[in-house]
């Protein structure tokens, strides 16, 4: 473990070519797209989940595990709780009122977190605040292997709707895109924007507006269905059938998953053109598939197994099966995209190793990240071979996304009594309705837990205790090696006398910003020599998505040729150590990587029975530490001005 790595959480870089020292950083966030190539793209990339939600929602409520009875009470109770969830959850909640809670532009639940964090830090309840941010990401993770399992699950299950005899070939399909859409992942797709505008955006506009011609063409047959959209049938629904209209919330559900989506991919698209998608072209489009679904069961009752493709009129079901997978597979793309981004902010702030982080366009648009593209790959492929159907994939689904959702609340009311200043008598109500909806919605799910939803929670559990490891033993480490630092004015007046001055500049990467790093006494101690000009480097991670260049850069001039330096950078920055230093010229001169060593201090872990942390976790740590990657690819130095210097610690 590099000590400069205990502090600053990697970003990871590339592992490929680094560019020239001194080259502009090419990774910050696009912002020239136009709006209507952003509201394209929003299209594309933030409703792909919910949008292919109509495949299996509504079937899955009245066929599933808890299923209700198909006459008109509960067929108008459940399309009149899946609208005024849509309404409640996703307009009001997340459109109105979580999405104004951006960090910089930034949204989710670490962005969130890292907001509040600048709020709360030092507070008892703090660290609270950040368990509940940790515990959102790992019902995250969890939900990024089931969405592309159900989604792409429920589309080609469309062949055997129309098809029977091809039953068999739905799971060995299923396999094969998979396959194929993460080995994708790993070619990119130039910028995010651009992807989605160009081929997602499109591809998804003819899907809504397919599913939404779809839903018009069965209403015709049964206007009255519109009828359905009043929240009393939701309300008559619970009256007359209450235990079964409970746990048809588990499934209900179902409509709104997605939803936090809308805020996790604000920072790529922005605000209002996720708006304006929502609620002119995607909140329409689901409530016409929803109101035609409904139309058709009330007129064939056997239509429940797959009442969204057959709406098809005959001889359009195949370009609706194709068009649906397309769909299915640009959600699944745009999910596995999520968990790259996800994965690079939890890094740099410090809840997950390091990990080798490719840019796979030119603009920086798009991350790749090997190890979380493989490892969501086997998870889903073998949801897929152990649940078979997409019917007892929903079973396990749900659970991890209301738990966020409810989590969502939680942060939502710090940033609403600390960072808005609401009053309570206009914060509360919301919050009420909000937690009594997501509470609501978690209990019917934990319902689900012996059909299948007991797989998202040991995922998120297991996800959890990494996350919890990694950050309480990088604390412990930077308590270790800080107890016994010597402050560097007091190193800087004995050092340069006792030993000899050698030409050029050595850079020490440092975990804190007070204290000697232990290569620069290993050195010293070892070597015996001193280069001209001594920098004591420490790369700190800000609470923002990204730091101005104006504060980019802390220098203290020790004397006798010592500095002490900290670089500053956002958690959805590249920690470009060598391009950030050609910025730096008050440091006696400029910086030439040619007459520049770097000096990294590697530390093996020695679990011990100490207090702190358990021996099982200690061990769990260790190998985390050993897995994760290299320090030159995290902070980008060149490989040929590297030297390490290595010891052991206890924590």
Same mark, same amino acid.
């Given at each position: 473990?590099?000590?400069?790595? $205990? ?8 592992? @490929? #070519? ?20 952003? !509201? ?23 066929? @599933? ?24 959850? $996703?307009?009001? /909640? ?85 396959? @194929?859409? *993460? ?16 081929? #997602? ?57 997605? %939803? ?20 002119? *072209? ?29 709406? #098809? ?14 769909? %299915?597979?640009?959600?699944?793309? #745009? ?15 410090? *809840? ?18 090997? !190890? ?14 152990? *649940? ?7 079973? !396990? ?32 109500? +919301? =919050? ?27 995922? @998120? ?63 010293? /101690? ?8 001594? $920098?004591?480097?420490? $790369? ?40 950030? =230093? ?25 679990? !011990? ?27 980008? +130095? ?14």
């Amino acid at each position: 473990m590099n000590e400069a790595l $205990v502090d600053a959480a990697p970003d990871a870089g590339a592992q @490929g #070519a680094a560019p020239p020292p001194c080259a502009s950083d090419a990774s910050a966030p696009v912002r020239q797209a136009g709006a209507l190539s952003l !509201a394209v793209g929003a299209i594309g990339v933030v409703f792909g989940d919910i949008g292919t939600s109509p495949l299996y929602a509504l079937r899955d409520t009245f066929a @599933g595990h808890h299923a209700l009875p198909l006459d008109k009470l509960h067929v108008y109770g459940i399309v009149s709780l899946m609208f005024w969830s849509m309404m409640l959850i $996703v307009t009001l /909640k997340y459109v109105t009122v979580i999405m104004r809670a951006d960090n910089k532009g930034s949204g989710g639940s670490l962005a969130l977190l890292a907001l509040i964090n600048q709020h709360t830090s030092g507070r008892r309840w703090g660290k609270g605040i950040v368990l509940l941010g940790v515990l959102a990401t790992a019902l995250f993770y969890s939900d990024s292997m089931l969405t592309p399992a159900v989604s792409i699950m429920s589309a080609v299950e469309g062949i055997a709707i129309y098809h029977p005899q091809t039953h068999g070939l739905v799971v060995p399909l299923v396999v094969a895109i998979l396959i @194929g859409l *993460f080995v994708m992942k790993s070619q990119g797709t130039g910028s995010t924007i651009n992807w989605a505008a160009s081929w #997602a955006g499109p591809i998804m506009l003819v899907y809504f507006a397919t599913i939404s011609a779809l839903g018009l063409r069965s209403i015709a047959g049964d206007p009255l269905v519109i009828g359905a959209l009043s929240p009393q049938w939701a309300y008559a629904m619970f009256t007359a059938d209450p235990w079964h209209g409970f746990l048809a919330m588990g499934t209900a559900v179902l409509a709104v998953t997605g %939803a936090e989506a809308l805020y996790a991919d604000m920072g790529q698209f922005g605000r209002s053109p996720i708006r304006v998608s929502w609620l002119v *072209f995607v909140l329409p489009a689901l409530v016409l598939n929803y109101l035609g679904q409904a139309a058709l069961l009330l007129r064939d009752p056997a239509a429940i197994h797959s009442p969204f493709y057959l709406l #098809a009129p005959p001889g359009l079901e195949i370009p609706l099966l194709i068009i649906a997978t397309m769909a %299915a597979v640009i959600a699944a793309k #745009a999910v596995i995209s999520g968990a790259f981004l996800v994965t690079q902010q939890a890094i740099q702030l410090g *809840f997950i190793p390091r990990m080798t982080i490719r840019h796979t366009s030119a603009s920086g648009g798009q991350i790749y990240i090997p !190890a979380i593209n493989w490892a969501l790959m086997i998870a889903v492929i073998l949801l897929v071979l152990v *649940f078979e159907r997409s019917r007892n994939l929903t079973a !396990a689904y749900g659970i991890a996304v209301t738990g966020a959702m409810l989590i969502d609340n939680l942060l939502l009311a710090v940033v609403l009594f600390k960072l808005w200043q609401w009053k309570p008598v206009f914060a509360l109500p +919301l =919050l009420g309705l909000f937690f009594a909806i997501d509470a609501t919605y978690l209990g019917a799910n934990l319902a689900k837990i012996p059909d299948g939803g007991w797989v998202p929670l040991l995922m @998120g559990l297991a996800i959890f205790t990494l996350l919890t490891t990694w950050s309480r033993g990088r604390t412990l480490m930077r308590q270790h090696m800080a107890e016994g630092a010597l402050p560097l004015e007091v190193f800087t007046r004995s050092a340069h006398t006792s030993a000899a001055r050698v030409p050029g500049t050595a850079v020490f990467m440092a975990s804190a910003a007070a204290g000697v790093p232990s290569a620069l006494l290993h050195n010293i /101690k070892h070597n015996k020599v001193l280069h001209e000009r001594v $920098v004591v480097l420490t $790369v700190q991670i800000a609470d923002v998505p990204t730091v101005e260049p104006a504060e980019r850069v802390l220098v203290k001039a020790m004397g006798q040729g010592f500095y002490r330096l900290i670089l500053r950078f956002g958690f959805m920055e590249e920690t470009d150590v060598p391009a950030a =230093l050609c910025g730096v010229s008050v440091c006696g001169e400029p910086f030439d990587m040619m007459r520049t060593s770097f000096f990294l201090s590697r530390q093996t872990l020695i679990p !011990a029975d100490v207090p702190g942390m358990a021996l099982w976790r200690e061990m769990l740590f260790a190998w985390m530490l050993r897995n994760a990657a290299d320090a030159m690819g995290f902070f980008r +130095l060149p490989t040929n001005r590297v030297v390490e210097l290595g010891s052991q610690l206890k924590i």
